[in-house]
């Protein structure tokens, strides 16, 4: 079990859990369609046992220090999923009460026929999840799904940046401050 850390220590757990299991170097092509020398897969960090709490903690701590008021947080599936799910447990654990969502790429056309999956973001204040981010267009998708669901988006928050302009567009279009955990540069990826 994970004793009680400081959040500076949180922090440089997770990076060192990141650059130890995530990164992953080589030519890929990223979902962007742009090809990089490396990957960061965080599903290796927001799956796994030690890393998903420090994921919740650390984001929700960003967002506090940002002072980003929110009632729930959720993302694009597949990525936020997990996301999400560890900040809503993060939250309860720290006594506060924090909803997760998840958007689908698309409205359903069957059932209830909705985009936006969970108790529910309508007249509340959502803050968008992704694990890492290129240019931005899954969490612009995310904010799209959400604002058409009756949601306040407040802010994107992520994992990693992979400083590639994801912040510029989102800022620029979604018109809400994009915050990072980490950025390349911390994980020696310069």
Same mark, same amino acid.
């Given at each position: 079990?994970?004793?009680?850390?400081?959040?500076?220590?949180?922090?440089?757990?997770? %990076?060192?859990?990141? +650059?130890?299991?995530?990164?992953?170097?080589?030519?890929?092509?990223?979902?962007?369609?742009?090809?990089?020398?490396?990957?960061?897969? %965080?599903?290796?960090?927001?799956?796994?046992?030690? =890393?998903?709490? %420090?994921?919740?903690?650390?984001?929700? =701590? %960003?967002?506090?220090?940002?002072?980003?008021?929110?009632?729930?947080?959720?993302?694009?599936?597949?990525?936020?999923?997990?996301?999400?799910?560890?900040?809503?447990h993060a939250a309860r654990e720290a006594g506060r009460t924090v909803d997760a969502y998840v958007v689908r790429k698309a409205q359903k056309s069957y059932g209830m026929g909705r985009q936006v999956e969970?108790?529910?973001?309508?007249?509340?204040?959502?803050?968008?999840?992704? /694990?890492?981010?290129?240019?931005?267009?899954?969490?612009?998708?995310?904010?799209?799904?959400?604002?058409?669901?009756?949601?306040?988006?407040?802010?994107?928050?992520?994992?990693?940046?992979? /400083?590639?302009?994801? +912040?510029?567009?989102?800022?620029?279009? =979604?018109?809400?401050?994009?915050?990072?955990?980490?950025? +390349?540069?911390?994980?020696?990826?310069?």
């Open positions: 079990m994970i004793g009680v850390m400081s959040l500076v220590e949180d922090r440089a757990r997770l %990076l060192e859990l990141i +650059k130890d299991l995530a990164v992953v170097r080589g030519r890929v092509t990223l979902s962007s369609g742009k090809e990089a020398d490396y990957y960061v897969d %965080l599903r290796r960090i927001t799956l796994h046992h030690e =890393a998903s709490i %420090l994921v919740g903690r650390t984001l929700l =701590a %960003l967002l506090d220090e940002a002072d980003i008021e929110f009632e729930t947080a959720g993302g694009l599936t597949m990525g936020a999923d997990p996301v999400g799910t560890a900040l809503m969970g108790p529910g973001v309508e007249n509340r204040a959502c803050v968008v999840l992704e /694990d890492t981010s290129t240019t931005g267009g899954s969490a612009l998708t995310a904010v799209e799904g959400v604002r058409k669901a009756g949601g306040d988006v407040r802010a994107v928050a992520v994992i990693v940046d992979r /400083d590639t302009g994801a +912040k510029e567009r989102i800022e620029a279009e =979604a018109g809400v401050p994009y915050l990072a955990l980490f950025g +390349k540069d911390e994980l020696g990826l310069d």
